[in-house]
């Protein structure tokens, strides 16, 4: 597995860590991606009750006309919440989890991805390539502003599909706070960011 740390190649041992996702796939046998809420190479996965998870959905209604989907391993959904940007699905959302009008009847507009962000960060992560990896998110995730709504058109126009070129691909995502940022970086905003207080993370 690669470990992704978003703003150091290496651990930084004395920041504060907010959350951790561990997001794994083998695209031979599912195109669903699995994941945990930890550490998978510091925990064992058997340690924890119900083991990997299947990457769904919470539907979030914004307004009258657009719902957010929110993605965590225990959302109620198996499909997004409308259909998907298509700049965005299949390349960062796998075609699997696409809005399905047979599972969600009641139409609705997008109004974006939210949610868990180590999960948020993972997504581009599985469809770039490795030696991509770091222009994929740091040309693109806009840290220091708020809302942090990636544009993902220009996004998708630089990843090259690295799902179809390693079908399997493990990695863990960590998300720290920043030292040097203690009024905008703090755990409270940052649960704000993932249930879509400042907007989506990832535009419709």
Avoid: C
């Avoid at 740390?5 to 083998?26: H, R, V």
Wanted: charged share 20%; no cysteine; aromatic share 8%.
């Amino acid at each position: 597995m690669t470990e992704i740390d978003y703003k150091a190649s290496t651990k930084p041992p004395k920041w504060a860590k907010f959350e951790t996702a561990t997001i794994f796939t083998q695209f031979d046998d599912t195109h669903h991606l699995l994941a945990v809420l930890f550490d998978a190479e510091q925990e064992h996965v058997v340690e924890h009750p119900g083991g990997w998870k299947v990457l769904s959905f919470d539907h979030i209604p914004q307004d009258i006309q657009r719902t957010y989907s929110s993605v965590d391993i225990l959302g109620d959904k198996k499909q997004l919440a409308a259909r998907g940007s298509a700049d965005w699905v299949p390349q960062l959302v796998p075609e699997i989890y696409n809005y399905d009008a047979t599972q969600n009847p009641i139409r609705t507009a997008s109004a974006g991805l939210i949610g868990k962000l180590p999960i948020l960060f993972a997504l581009p992560a599985f469809s770039a390539r490795p030696e991509r990896l770091s222009q994929v998110l740091t040309g693109h995730m806009r840290p220091n502003s708020i809302p942090m709504a990636v544009s993902s058109g220009s996004l998708i126009q630089n990843i090259a599909d690295g799902r179809e070129d390693i079908p399997e691909r493990g990695m863990v995502v960590t998300v720290y706070l920043d030292p040097e940022n203690k009024e905008g970086s703090t755990k409270d905003l940052l649960n704000l960011l993932q249930k879509g207080h400042f907007g989506p993370f990832y535009q419709a």
